[in-house]
């Protein structure tokens, strides 16, 4: 019998809920707030062609064949370039490519985790970041978090009544534009945050796909940059970025900076993986980046979010008024918020989708206790026009949905 043979997590396991929500998202009748994927009228079609073209002009050893698993010497260059820009140092041992940041988080599950240990994660936080702890063994422990960020006697009081045996390994959370909150922490949090990981031997795991699509100047430092200042923080900040939101998901290219210790066992990690991650859209991800390409159309694309963003959060307002209480976003792809008068966001969801939009329920970025009146809704994807008629359609739906439900 198949059923008898499966690993114990995978006896009943747990799917990425948002991933349940994609089929709505092809339905062009739904209006799609869920998911977190790039626009596709954004993406850069000529550029990424081009620079596709461009690679596979080169000979074929640099595209079509097996690459080291640490990643494509020319993108790894251009990825140490691209931080550079952003202000950050990156030591060759400590950088791994990977197939998008989510291959970084299943490595770091792979290399940190044994069967009941804890990680403590951010309160809501991105769902297959849940997954892959998860499935790898991790109990979780949530720590909540405010319009500064984590809260850090919260998270204290948590590594305090742990003996320091059991403590925690790591934190896991996403400090800028975060999912699914579009938050950022402050950066008097950020240095709190290190202090405390310092005292507790708390490995910080800083994900961070969605920074470079601000909308004005934020100016926070990455925690791992921080941690650089000081040899006994150096090793306790693992940062993982992504070319997903800023370039195109389809090109699966990841990063991960950490330790080198960390960083090498992670790439042997990978190698029983994918051996090693596409050459072929490494060479013209490398091609794009070093055209200063990737520069060009962050620009493009921050302006276009940023419209997006501030279309729902006006919509919102006019619309749903003290119904829907929400923080406004600086960044990233998602306005995070929680319906008035108890609405079970997931119950509401079956209104919604009669209405023709959709959004991903709160319930979905718990480890623990769900606030189920909560939602993430994502501005991304839509035009202004298209965001308006779909706030429109979430208001008749909480409108029949007090009706039915009372
Ligand atoms: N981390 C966060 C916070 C995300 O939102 C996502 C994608 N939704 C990922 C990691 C994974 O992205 P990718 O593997 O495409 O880089």
Known sequence: MIDQKFSDYFVDPLGSPIRALFPYLRDP??????????????????????????????????????????????????????????????????LLLTAGSQQALDLLARV??????????????????????????ATLVGVNSGPDGICIDELRA?????????????LYCVPTFGNPTGRTFSEENRLSLLAVAKEF??????????????????????????AQRDPATKDL???????????????RIGWMMGAPSLVRRCAIAKQSVDLCSSTWTQAAAAIYI??????????????VYAERSNSM????RNMLGDRFEFETPRGGMFIWGKFADGVNSQRLLEDCIEQGVVFVPGEAFYSD??????????????????????????????????????
């Open 112 to 137: 940190l985790v044994n069967r009941g240990d804890t990680i403590v994660v951010e309160r809501p936080t991105y769902p297959t970041a849940i997954q892959t702890f998860k499935s790898a063994g």
């Open 290 to 303: 070093e055209a200063g390409m990737l520069a060009e159309h962050l620009q493009r694309a921050r302006k």
């Open 29 to 94: 009748a739904i209006i799609g707030f869920a998911g977190g994927n790039p626009a596709v009228d954004v993406f850069d079609v000529q550029g990424l062609r081009d620079a596709m073209f461009e690679a596979m002009g080169s000979p074929a050893d640099g595209w079509a064949q097996y690459s080291a698993t640490e990643g494509l010497p020319r993108l790894r260059q251009a990825v140490v370039g691209h931080m550079q820009r952003l202000g950050t140092e990156v030591e060759d041992a400590s």
């Open 369 to 406: 206790t769900p606030d189920s009146s909560t939602a993430r809704l994502c501005f991304s994807m839509c035009t202004p026009e298209r965001i308006e008629k779909g706030v429109l359609r979430l208001l008749k739906a909480l409108d029949l949905h007090r009706a039915r439900v009372g």
């Open 313 to 316: 959060a006006t919509s919102l």
């Open 158 to 170: 948590i590594l305090e009544r742990t003996a320091p045996e059991r403590r925690p390994k790591a």
């Open 201 to 226: 031997d708390l490995l910080i795991i800083e994900d961070d796909p969605y920074s470079a699509l601000s909308f004005d100047a934020v100016e926070v430092s990455r925690i791992y940059d921080l």
């Open 237 to 251: 900040v693992v940062y993982l970025s992504s070319l997903s939101k800023v370039m195109a998901p389809g090109m």
